[in-house]
Structures are given as structure tokens and as C-alpha cells.
Antibody, heavy 120, light 108 residues
Framework: QVQLVESGGALVRPGGSLRLSCEAS????????MSWLRQAPGKGLEWISY????????HYADSVRGRFTISRDNARTSVYLQMDSLTAEDTGVYYC?????????????WGQGTPVSVSS | EIVLTQSPATLSVSPGERATLSCRAS??????VAWYRQKPGQTPELLIY???TRAAGIPARFTGNGSGTEFTLTISSLQSEDYAVYYC???????????FGAGTKVEI
């Protein structure tokens, strides 16, 4: 079955950087768009970014554009999120998700999430 | 950005009763709406996509309806595992700027 395992979450100071990883299994990774989403403590869901199979199509939410970078390695069946210039507003649980298909990018499978805390 | 407004914010329902959750989009999203259930401390779970198609393994008590700007999720008979927060989600357009509603909490 589909498995997505995130890692890399940590406590980081404002202005710092962090790189999240998500390893996928149970499906043909290179066939799917992949996304990152997040959830601030006690808040709702926010989509952050998605990337297509060959990394040619990448999009970001306005809240992270210019600070976050999504990438993928199909050989390692992994997707990454490089986060720079972090602020307290970036605190939350970060989820890796598989998009259902190239025409409909809702997430049909989610990882368990990795927590990120930005605090001095 | 397409804004999704969910109502009510909190819905109190007794076990076995029906619950109807609403989601309104700020512009036409056709049928590009999904619904998720998030139980306390757990990952969101896909219930409905394409406004009305149940995801694999989702029981028939969940029904999605709507198109354009008005959508509903109906749970016909609340079970204990249904007390959770429900989010609507739109994925219209290309490239789609994906957005979520603020959620409806279903409580006993």
C-alpha cells in the first residue's frame, strides 16, 4: 500500500533553514505529482507546494514563495522541501502527500507528518 | 485565490443522527472539490473527490453533493469515528492554487 514517511522536522531559530524529506513506497513514484502541506498548531490545512514527475512544473503558495524550494529524486523515490528564512508563522506539522493524478491535484494519500517549530 | 467558506464552524450531533456540512467557494470551481476527515491527532483522510465520488474504502454513509460554488457533505448516521474535523478543498484551474476551508468540527 502507499506509504509516505516524512523526516527532518526540528526546532529551529527564526531566520534559520531546514530540509524536510519524504520517502515514498508502494506505488510508481515517478508517475505522480507530489505535494507538501502544513498545519499550524490548532489551525487548518494549508497547501504549500507541488512538483510534477520530472520537476518541470512546480508551484508554491504565496506564503512560502521565494523562501521554500521543493525538489524530488525519482531514483530515491523521495521528495524534499528546503525551507529558508523561517519565521514563527512557519511552525506546524508538515505533511508530504501524493496527488491523485496530473489533472486533479488533491491529495489522495498523506504521510504522518513531521513537526517544525520556529522559535528563539 | 479561491476562498472556501465552511459552515457551521461547529456542529453538535448525536450518534446515529444525520450531519450536513456546507462549503461555499468564492468563484466557480466546477466539481473540483474534495472532502477530508481529520480525527484528533491523526492525518487527514480523503473521503470525497470530484464533489461526489467516494474514495476507496469510504463507507456509503458519506455523500458529497454540489457543483459550481455550493457543496455539501452529508453523513447519514454518525458513528463514533466520525467525530472529527472536516475540511473541504478545491483544486480548480491550471495551475491550481489549492485551498482549503477552515473546517467544521463535528462533536457529540
Amino acid at each position: 500500500q502507499v506509504q509516505l514517511v516524512e523526516s527532518g522536522g526540528a526546532l529551529v531559530r527564526p531566520g534559520g533553514s531546514l530540509r524536510l524529506s519524504c520517502e515514498a513506497s508502494g506505488f510508481i513514484f515517478s508517475d505522480f505529482y507530489m505535494s507538501w502541506l502544513r498545519q499550524a498548531p490548532g489551525k487548518g490545512l494549508e497547501w504549500i507546494s507541488y512538483i510534477n514527475w520530472n520537476s518541470r512544473y512546480i508551484h508554491y503558495a504565496d506564503s512560502v514563495r521565494g523562501r521554500f524550494t521543493i525538489s524530488r529524486d525519482n531514483a530515491r523515490t523521495s521528495v524534499y522541501l528546503q525551507m529558508d528564512s523561517l519565521t514563527a508563522e512557519d511552525t506546524g506539522v508538515y505533511y508530504c502527500a501524493r496527488a491523485a493524478n496530473s489533472g486533479s491535484l488533491f491529495a489522495d494519500s498523506w504521510g504522518q507528518g513531521t513537526p517544525v517549530s520556529v522559535s528563539s | 485565490e479561491i476562498v472556501l467558506t465552511q459552515s457551521p464552524a461547529t456542529l453538535s450531533v448525536s450518534p446515529g443522527e444525520r450531519a450536513t456540512l456546507s462549503c461555499r467557494a468564492s468563484q466557480n470551481v466546477r466539481d473540483n472539490v474534495a472532502w477530508y476527515r481529520q480525527k484528533p491527532g491523526q492525518t487527514p483522510e480523503l473521503l470525497i473527490y470530484g464533489a461526489s465520488t467516494r474514495a476507496a474504502g469510504i463507507p456509503a454513509r458519506f455523500t458529497g453533493n454540489g457543483s459550481g460554488t455550493e457543496f455539501t457533505l452529508t453523513i447519514s448516521s454518525l458513528q463514533s469515528e466520525d467525530y472529527a474535523v472536516y475540511y473541504c478543498h478545491q483544486y480548480e484551474g491550471w495551475p491550481p492554487g489549492l485551498t482549503f476551508g477552515a473546517g467544521t468540527k463535528v462533536e457529540i
